[in-house]
C-alpha cells in the first residue's frame, strides 16, 4: 500500500490551488472577498464570453456555458488559486477554422482531445518546459491573433451581414475591402458609440465593468433606433436554438445540459460522423489549443504570482485545464484557458481562493437562466465593438514596436516571421516555425560560445609542462552543434608533440555527439601515437564517457583532476615510450 501512495504521489494531484487557500489561512472573511471578487468577475464575463463564442463560429450560449461549467472545474482541480478560466480570444484564430471546416460537433470533438493532452502534460510534470518558448514567439503570434481577430469583426461593426468568411485571411481582408460600399450607417453607428463607451469608461473610475457598460450603452441605441423605425442586427435576430422540443431567438434560457460532442452538428449543421479519420484530421488543431492553453494558462498564473505574491503549481494548473477541457465539451462549452484581464481583476477585486471563479460561474449561469432575453437583445455591432477593443490589447502594439526596435535581428526575425504566419496561414504553422527558429538560433548562439584554443606551455599558475606536451582548453558545452567545431582545433598538432592535455574544467555537459567526436580524437591521435589526457571531467562525465567505452587505456587515454597530475602523466607515458 505504501508503494502505490508513493508511486501516485509522484503525479500532482488535482485541486492544488484549494489546497494552498486552505493551507493559507481560509477565514468566512476571505470567503466574503471571494463572493464579491466572483460577482465582479460573472458580470464581465457574461458579455466577454457571448462575443468569443461568436467571434469562434458558433452561437454565444457555447460560450457562456464555457464560463460556467469550465471557469468552476477548473478553478476548483487546477493549480492557480486566482486564474479565472472560459473563453478567450487567443483562440479565435485557432478555432474559427475548425468550426469551418468540422462545425460545432467537430471542435467539440477538438476540445475534447485537447484536454487529453494538457492532462498528459499536468501527469508527465512537463508544466516548467512552458518557460522555454520564447517571448518573441510568443509577441508574434499574439499579435498576429489580435490582427485576425481585428479583422474578421469588421463585417459586424459595418453592418455588413450578409459576408461569408472563410479561415484564409488574406482572401477575407480582400472580401471586406470590396463590400465597404454597402456598410450600414446604423450598424457602424452602433459599433462606434459602443466603442467609444469602451474607451472612455475605464477614465471615469467607476465600479461598473467597461464591457457591460459599453454593451449597455450600444443596447439602449439600438433600442432607440427600433423605436424610430431602424433595426439593428442582435443576438436575436441572428441566431436560433432548438432544444428538447423547445425553440426560440437569441440564448436558450436554459442550464447547460448533458450531451455527447459527437451528437452536435458539422460544418454546414450537417450531421457527424465520429471515425478515425476525423481524428486523425483534427489531431493537429487539437496539438495546438493544447500547447496554446498550456501556454496561456501557465503565462497568466505567472502574472498572477506577481501580483499576489504566490506561487502556483504548473503541473496541476495543467491537470485542471485538461479536465476542464475534457468535461466541458458534454456540455456544449468550448476550448477554455485561463484568461489574463479577467484574472487581474479577479485579483484586484480581492480574491484569496478559487472560490471566487466557482462564484463567477454562477454568476454567469444565472444571467443565462433568467437575462437570456435582455442579452439576446445586444446588437452584433456592439459585441464586435468590444472585440476590437480585445483584439488591440491582445496584439500588445506598444510591446511589439519595442521588440523591433531594441531587440537583436535574430529575435526581431522571429517575432515578424510568427506574425506574418499567423496572419497569412494559420497559428499551428506559426507556432512551429517560431519555435523551430528559435531552437536553431539558440543552438548557433551556444556553438558559439564552445571553442578550443591552445594554452602556452607554462600556463599562469600551472608547473611547466614536459618537452612534448601539447595544453588545449575546450570552453562551454560539448553539444552536436558545436562539439566538432570545437575538436577540429585539436586534430592539427605539431609533429614533435607525444601527449596532449585538454583541459575541460569550463564544459558543463556532454552529448552522445561529443562523445563520439571525443572518441574519434582519440583514435587518431593514437594511431600517431599521441596519448590524450582530460582534465578536470567530472565523475558523472567520466562515467558517461566510460559507458560509451571511452575509458582509460595505458598510454592512450587517461583522466586527471588538475594540469599538474596531467603533466605527471605525461612525463611517464614518455618515460615509459
Known amino acids: 500500500m505504501s508503494r502505490l501512495w508513493s508511486a501516485l504521489s509522484r503525479f500532482p494531484l488535482p485541486g492544488q490551488a484549494l489546497a494552498h487557500a486552505w493551507q493559507a489561512g481560509f477565514s468566512p472573511g476571505r470567503l466574503k472577498n471571494d463572493v464579491l471578487a466572483g460577482l465582479t468577475i460573472g458580470v464581465v464575463a457574461v458579455p466577454l464570453s457571448m462575443a468569443l463564442a461568436i467571434a469562434t463560429g458558433v452561437a454565444p450560449q457555447h460560450g457562456l456555458y464555457t464560463a460556467i461549467v469550465a471557469g468552476a472545474l477548473i478553478a476548483l482541480t487546477g493549480g492557480s488559486r486566482f486564474n479565472i478560466s472560459g473563453p478567450t480570444a487567443a483562440f479565435v484564430v485557432i478555432l474559427f477554422p475548425i468550426v469551418s471546416s468540422y462545425g460545432l460537433g467537430g471542435l467539440l470533438i477538438a476540445t475534447l482531445m485537447a484536454g487529453i493532452i494538457l492532462l498528459t502534460l499536468g501527469l508527465a510534470r512537463l508544466g516548467s518546459l512552458i518557460q522555454y518558448v520564447p517571448y518573441p514567439v510568443i509577441l508574434g503570434f499574439t499579435a498576429g491573433i489580435g490582427t485576425v481577430i481585428a479583422l474578421l469583426q469588421l463585417p459586424d461593426f459595418f453592418g455588413l451581414s450578409d459576408l461569408e468568411l472563410g479561415d484564409n485571411t488574406l482572401a477575407n481582408a480582400w472580401l471586406i475591402a470590396r463590400s465597404l460600399p454597402g456598410l450600414v450607417p446604423a450598424e457602424l453607428g452602433v459599433g462606434v458609440i459602443t466603442l467609444a463607451t469602451l474607451l472612455v469608461w475605464p477614465r471615469l473610475k467607476t465600479p461598473v465593468p467597461a464591457p457591460l457598460a459599453g454593451l449597455a450603452v450600444g443596447t439602449l441605441v439600438a433600442l432607440l433606433l427600433a423605436a424610430l423605425g431602424v433595426e439593428v442586427d442582435t443576438i436575436a435576430s441572428r441566431f436560433d436554438w432548438t432544444i428538447d422540443g423547445q425553440s426560440g431567438s437569441g440564448i436558450p434560457p436554459l442550464a447547460p445540459s448533458f450531451d455527447l460532442p ?130 488591440w490589447n491582445m496584439s500588445e502594439a506598444k510591446n511589439f514596436v519595442h521588440t523591433l526596435r531594441t531587440a537583436p535581428a535574430s529575435d526581431v526575425g522571429v ?114 601515437h599521441i596519448g590524450l589526457v582530460f582534465i578536470g571531467l567530472p565523475a558523472r562525465m567520466q562515467l558517461k564517457l566510460k559507458r560509451a567505452g571511452i575509458g582509460r587505456r595505458a598510454g592512450q587515454l587517461a583522466m586527471a583532476e588538475s594540469v599538474e597530475r596531467a603533466a605527471q602523466l605525461a612525463r611517464r607515458w614518455q618515460a615509459a615510450g
Not at 460 to 466: F, M, N, R, T, V
Not at 468 to 494: C, N, Q
Open 262 to 391: 459527437w451528437h452536435f452538428p458539422g460544418a454546414n449543421s450537417e450531421p457527424l460522423t465520429l471515425d478515425f479519420a476525423l481524428i486523425q484530421a483534427l489531431l493537429g488543431p487539437a496539438l495546438a489549443i493544447a500547447l496554446l492553453a498550456a501556454i496561456e494558462s501557465l503565462l497568466c498564473a505567472v502574472v498572477a504570482d506577481g501580483l499576489t505574491r504566490t506561487r502556483h503549481d504548473p503541473n496541476a494548473e495543467l491537470v485542471g485545464q485538461g479536465i476542464g477541457n475534457i468535461v466541458v465539451p458534454f456540455f456544449g462549452g468550448i476550448t477554455a484557458t485561463a484568461a489574463l484581464a479577467r484574472t487581474a481583476t479577479n485579483i484586484k477585486s480581492g480574491a484569496f481562493s478559487p472560490l471566487s471563479a466557482v462564484v463567477h460561474s454562477l454568476v454567469v449561469l444565472l444571467a443565462v437562466v433568467v437575462l437570456a432575453g435582455v442579452l439576446g437583445r445586444v446588437p452584433m455591432s456592439a459585441l464586435a465593438a468590444l472585440l476590437l477593443i480585445i483584439a
Open 415 to 528: 517575432l515578424v516571421i510568427c506574425f506574418v504566419l499567423t496572419v497569412a496561414f494559420d497559428m499551428v504553422v506559426a507556432v512551429a516555425v517560431g519555435i523551430s527558429l528559435a531552437a536553431a538560433l539558440f543552438i548557433r548562439r551556444m556553438a558559439q560560445l564552445t571553442g578550443a584554443e591552445r594554452l602556452p606551455e607554462r600556463p599562469a599558475g600551472s608547473p611547466e609542462l614536459p618537452a612534448g606536451t601539447a595544453l588545449y582548453r575546450i570552453s562551454g558545452p560539448m553539444f552536436f552543434g558545436a562539439a566538432e567545431k570545437a575538436i577540429a582545433t585539436l586534430r592539427t598538432v605539431d609533429q614533435d608533440v607525444h601527449t596532449v592535455l585538454l583541459d575541460m574544467r569550463t564544459v558543463p555537459s556532454i552529448d552522445a555527439t561529443a562523445m563520439v567526436a571525443l572518441d574519434g580524437l582519440r583514435r587518431e591521435l593514437a594511431e600517431q
